[in-house]
């Protein structure tokens, strides 16, 4: 048994490691056996050993060294200072006319306050917790019973549908039936008399044969005349010409509504407030209408810190955004106290292309670099889309939960949109009508950033920045193009149109930052220009707004963000 680690045995001297401990170095928290204390305490000469009896170990005080007086210990503490000084900070021209306590009292005072808050953090808040965590469990073990319940309400209805379905197929095929084997029977009725007619006419041919063939003329002459004959059979039968029914099936895409809907789900807050309030509003719901100001205004500024330049902002709430810039570090930060919260690096090192927030709250960003398509949560960053030959730019999350990415090809000739479901590639959009690129290549230099950003807006168009067309693409759901906007003139400087960041509102506004002329376009969901927001922007290049319809630009040189309040 090792004397040193069992529990059975006494503590041993941490120095000779045979010897009983019976004093303890509380400088240094050494236990030691009285042999061992000189030596200690020549091993170290710089510091001041405080060696007592090991009963006592920790009486000692240890005083913080001045920050300003080399090796001198802290025993006051200047009130108006609010940290701890030596005796000869006490003659400095920096603390005249200050306040001071004895340490040690400050350090009762902390330590009362601090077992103070120790106790209602063990005997208040902490079981607190524990109720609201056993409440939060028992609503998820009933969350699943009910949405089980649910599940098997919508499985028992398809099943009676599938028996309606069968029902009502078993009964048209019967229909079918009945009408075949009417109209077989009608033809087989026409085919009969048909058949008799032929029968007749090859009656009448061997009797004319027979009497041909005779001398017996009287045979000849009781022939029928012929001319009555033949003029019998030249009058044909009527042509019959069976017409089908034709089944004219309903679009399944109707079937959704017949079948039945799902409500919207929510998480609310109850009164007691222990739970974030998180509703889902519904896609459905029309927002109030609301005006434009007559002059947009600046509501805060956010100075973001990076080192290089800023290109990107995305809302995660109305008091939170996620901003990226040149370089590896996206960075959430609180809107009204300007403070950052969290910071993620990528993986590649390299910058994030675009940024992104999902209807769950969880950031995406693009990597033109790795090629890949990524998303954050809890910190950890996932890979969703793996490119090959393309390299993704823009990026946005739709309203059914889908990405859409902008990318170029490897050899910068084509540039097109991809809507993806997970990593599942569901839509391609690169050609018009006439088979014409939508959006134009990334063969000219790209000067400040990467080329096309993209949105969803909320008649579900798809709208691109072109920054090398110089103009704003939108397209329905279905990839068909609806307009190209091209600028207004007269612009604040009187520059080309320089379409970067992009975004929409509420309103199904389409928001683009014009970083040549250091504005904002504002255009309605058909292209027409509505008016300029410029309140003193510089470069302005990233867009996004929050639910309050606030507009955030990101700034690209002097990397701050603006909060605009622009609607009424």
Known sequence: MDSRTSAQDVMRCDLCETAVVQMHCDTCFVNLCIACVGKHMISDES??????????????????????H????????????????????????QHLGHNFSDILKVVDEIKDKIIKEQIEL????????????????????????????LSTAITKHGEDWHREIDKLVKKLKAKVDEMKNTQLQTLQKHLDEINKKMSDIKDEIDSIEMAIDTNDMSKLFSITPMASVINLYRNLPQKLVPILPKFIPRKIQELGKLFGTLSSSSLTSDKHGYSMKTTQKSPEAAPPVKQLLDEPETVTTIDTGYKSYLYNVACLSDEEIWTSGFDSTMKLYNINQGSLLKSITIKSGYKPSDIAVTKSGDLVYT????????IVKNEKIEEVIRLQNWRPEGVCSTSSGDFLVIMDSDDNTQTKVVCYSGSTEKQTIQFDDKNKPLYSSGLYVRYITTSDYITENRNLDICVSDWGARAVVVVNQAGKLRFRYTGHTPAPKNKSFSPV?????????ILTADYNNDCVHIIDQDGQFLRYIDCGLSEPIGLCTDTNVNLFVAQYGNRQVKKIKYLK
């Open 501 to 509: 960041g992009i975004t929409t509102d509420s309103q199904s506004h």
């Open 70 to 93: 080399n090796k001198q210990q802290c025993i006051l503490y200047c009130k108006q200072c609010e940290f701890s000084v030596c005796t000869e900070c006490l003659t400095s021209d």
């Open 47 to 68: 510091k001041d050993h405080k060696v007592v009896k090991f009963q006592a170990r920790k009486s000692t005080p240890l005083y913080p060294l001045c920050t300003s």
């Open 122 to 149: 063990h005997e208040t808040i902490y079981p607190t917790y524990q109720d609201i965590a056993s409440d939060v469990q028992n609503k998820m073990s009933q969350l699943e019973k009910e949405y089980g319940d």
């Open 367 to 374: 990597d033109y670099l790795d090629r890949t398509v990524n």
